[in-house]
């Protein structure tokens, strides 16, 4: 038994590294499920080292490549989905954030509008859900029920 070494699970020597590492663990599902999760990390304008927030951007993948599409489209853009459908994994993710010192500070969704134009919708409520509450059980609710095309979440240390 003295020769067991105990280790520390999901701790390493840079604390923002596992932070970023975790968020794209959380994720993974959704990238099963078709949608694409791209985590960027921002740094603070004081010290190139240190990370200042990460923004985390959920969308889905194009099924067909033969459509005309710009790169910037193909990278920015994607068919739409229910919010409803990310929102496990959006929880689990803000409940692993809050248990290390970190916090979703904001949620943009992208969606299409009536006239078929893209339109920036706030959906920052879904930052502060109870983990507790199943929302695929719940019946039709409209603040879940929207028609997304992109989120993008914000995700900062507490200070």
């Known amino acids: ?22 968020i794209k663990e959380l994720f993974l599902e959704l990238q099963d499920e078709g949608f694409v999760v791209k985590v ?3 740094y603070s304008s004081a010290s190139r080292d240190k990370v200042f927030s990460y ?8 099924d ?5 599409l710009t790169q910037y489209e193909l990278e920015n ?13 959006i929880v689990m993710c803000s409940g692993y954030l ?3 010192g970190w916090h979703i ?28 509450i199943n929302f695929q059980e719940r019946g039709p609710e409209p603040l ?9 979440l914000i995700i900062r240390k507490k200070k």
Do not use: C
């Open 144 to 152: 879940f029920d929207v028609e997304m095309v992109r989120l993008k």
């Open 40 to 42: 960027e990390t921002n």
């Open 105 to 132: 500070w904001d949620v943009d969704g992208l969606a299409l509008n009536k006239m078929g134009r893209y339109e920036v919708k706030d959906v920052a409520y879904i930052a502060n859900l109870d983990p507790r």
């Open 98 to 100: 809050k248990d290390n």
């Open 55 to 62: 923004n985390v951007m959920i969308k889905k993948y194009w």
């Open 1 to 22: 038994m003295k020769y067991l070494k105990a280790y520390k699970l999901f701790e390493s020597e840079s604390e923002d590294f596992d932070v970023e590492e975790n």
């Open 77 to 89: 853009y994607g068919p739409t989905f229910i919010l409803r459908d990310v929102l496990d994994s």
């Open 64 to 68: 067909n490549e033969d459509d005309m």
